[in-house]
């Protein structure tokens, strides 16, 4: 299965401020997915993205707060813009794998303060 | 949509003691998943579940889905103070395949007392 480098694992930033987060992946993949783990809660989707094309955003987010690249098959990032306290969460990727199954990073644990 | 119901949400056992924790989808399943998460870390996979029946081992956790696809189990022997975290069970979200995103039950959180 695929294996995932995340960073960073953690940051306390300053509410207006932005944090990217990166994945790097050591194989190719068409689809990746950044999911968001608010305290306390499960995993939602926050967006899908398809080298070369725009991520796709599921309902409740959006591209100016939440805006990703995805430059070849191998990594993207996920940047958390104009931070408040709300945004105070764990943040992973996914990618599905050849063999069927889908792996996560090792997760960005966000604090803003 | 799909939902996925976890029981319990939290689980306490004495080490050695063995443990169940289920999940039911609203729909059926053509691909289920199970990971282990540690507090505040990434998703650690565990199995994956596709036919009717199926069931799978690793060391001492069993993982089975139902012959109608729609219930899933994960059995854990021996609980050891390793176990302890969070279980997620989580469903392909597209009908009948694996081309997209996961959705997620809510979560078990399993501590093990020595």
């Known amino acids: 299965s695929a294996v995932i480098s995340q960073k960073p694992s953690r940051d306390i930033c300053q509410r207006g401020t932005s944090l990217t987060i990166q994945c790097q992946v050591d194989s190719q993949v068409t689809m990746m997915f950044w999911y968001r783990q608010q305290p306390g809660q499960s995993l939602t989707l926050i967006a899908t993205?398809?080298?070369?094309?725009?991520?796709?955003?599921e309902s409740g987010f959006v591209i100016d707060k939440f805006p990703i690249s995805r430059p070849n098959l191998t990594f993207s990032t996920l940047t958390v813009s104009n931070m408040s306290p709300e945004d105070s969460s764990i943040y992973l990727c996914?990618?599905?794998?050849?063999?069927?199954?889908?792996?996560f990073g090792s997760g960005t644990r966000l604090t803003v303060v | 949509s799909q939902e996925l119901e976890q029981s319990p949400q939290s689980l306490i056992v004495q080490e050695g003691k063995n443990l169940t924790i289920n999940c039911t989808s609203s729909k059926t399943l053509y691909g289920l998943y199970w990971y282990k998460q540690k507090y505040g870390e990434g998703l650690i996979f565990l199995m994956m579940l596709q036919k009717g029946g199926e069931e799978k081992s690793h060391e001492k956790i069993t993982a089975k889905l139902d012959e109608k696809k729609q219930q899933s189990s994960l059995h854990i022997t021996a609980s050891q103070p390793s176990h302890a975290g969070i279980y997620l069970c989580g469903a392909d979200s597209l009908y009948g395949g694996s081309q997209g995103n996961l959705i997620f039950g809510k979560g078990t959180k399993l501590s093990v007392k020595p």
């Open positions: 996914s990618v599905l794998g050849q063999g069927g199954g889908y792996t």
């Open positions: 993205a398809n080298q070369g094309s725009e991520a796709t955003y």
